[in-house]
């Protein structure tokens, strides 16, 4: 069973979104059978390699919404996030665009360790005011998780994968997707938001029994009990 989850490294909802998930799949029977594949998205493509300003500072300017009503949404956010075990923080958020962060996933991804790259960049980004579009954090980012040298430089000197990256835009346009996290499993059931578990764990439990459903053979020559007794 393939889930194909569309996000934004700079998406607060999209890390709620993955613990959830992550913690529908850990009990899911058969996870061993699921391949889980990130893909990307931006909420904000126009955003300048980095934003001379704070995150409540960016989101009052440019999306218009006033300064109050942002400090609200952070505290609920943070909340949130809080009861999944992550310790965001608004405040120490560094602005910036986030196209080559996902072109490091695509190449983590080459690597085998693409799971471990979106968790880095999310946790870094709303825990630890690490700044996401700088080549110093990426490229060390890139030695942490384990990647050739000379391919993450490529990132830096080279389009390696942005059209991967933009492939995943096109895609999400294509399927109709506006906002993430965004969650499609084989390609017939989304889910649009960072849903409670319980509602990751029926979509898994859905998805699975229509890709492997019951098949009777020759159910009706064999001896059985039922509701009115047993056969004699």
């Known amino acids: 069973m393939k889930i194909e989850i569309w996000s934004d490294v700079a998406c607060p909802w999209c890390f709620i979104g993955k613990r959830r998930f992550e913690a529908a799949l850990a009990a899911f029977p058969h996870r061993a059978a699921v391949d889980v594949v990130w893909r990307s998205y931006q909420l904000d493509p126009t955003l300048p390699e980095h934003y001379d300003g704070t995150e409540l500072e960016y989101l009052s300017s440019r999306k218009g919404m006033p300064a109050q009503q942002v400090s609200q949404m952070f505290e609920h956010v943070a909340q949130q996030a809080k009861g999944e075990g992550l310790d965001y923080r608004f405040d120490q958020v560094v602005v910036a665009n986030s196209f080559t962060a996902h072109r490091l996933i695509h190449l ?26 700088s080549r110093e954090y990426l490229t060390s980012l890139g030695n942490d998780l384990g990647l050739p040298a000379g391919e993450v430089e490529e990132l830096f000197t080279t389009d390696k994968y942005s059209d991967e990256v933009r492939f995943d835009f096109q895609e999400a346009r294509g399927l109709g997707i506006s906002g993430v996290p965004f969650f499609v499993i084989d390609r017939k059931f989304g889910l649009s938001g960072a849903q409670p578990t319980e509602t990751f764990t029926a979509a898994l439990t859905q998805a699975w029994q229509d890709a492997n459903p019951l098949v009777l053979v020759n159910s009706s020559e064999a001896e059985a009990c039922g509701p009115d007794g047993c056969a004699v």
């Open 108 to 133: 983590a991804a080459a690597h085998g360790s693409q799971d471990a790259a979106k968790e880095r960049l999310l946790s870094d980004h709303f825990e630890h005011g690490k700044d996401i579009g």
